[in-house]
């Protein structure tokens, strides 16, 4: 099953954030996204033609977001948004944060 089939799993901590090594591997499904230097967040920007097109963008994120009740942290302007993700209940990466990712590009 592709990432983007997928639907994120209530995370409730307790559980170890992946390895550098493991974000690297799924990386490579998110085309664009980015590791933090200290592996423990994804990023990626996105460029559009206005303020409206990039306030869309945001809005169809935030529907995404609340659907997979996984929510990014997202900063925009105009013709630009920033989009980070990771779990915070473990203080880094887990498969929920590929999957919104994976989400987001398709919606793209
Ligand atoms: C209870 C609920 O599922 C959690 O608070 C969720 C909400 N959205 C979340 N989003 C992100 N990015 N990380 C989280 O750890 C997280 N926790």
Redesign the pocket.
């Known amino acids: 099953m592709s990432l983007s089939e997928k639907s994120?799993t209530?995370?409730?901590?307790g559980i170890d954030p992946m390895t550098r090594q493991e974000a690297e591997r799924y990386l490579r499904d998110v085309p664009g996204w980015e590791l933090s230097d200290d592996a423990t967040r994804i990023r990626r920007s996105f460029k559009f033609k206005n303020f409206a097109a990039a306030q869309a963008f945001v809005n169809q994120v935030g529907e995404l977001?609340e659907q997979e009740?996984?929510?990014?942290?997202i900063s925009f302007g105009w013709g630009h948004a920033e989009v980070e993700?990771?779990?915070?209940?473990?203080g880094g990466l887990?498969e929920?944060?590929f999957i919104?990712a994976a989400k987001i590009n398709e919606a793209t």
């Open positions: 994120c209530p995370c409730r901590g977001a009740q996984h929510h990014p942290e993700i990771w779990t915070h209940a473990i887990h929920n944060d919104l």
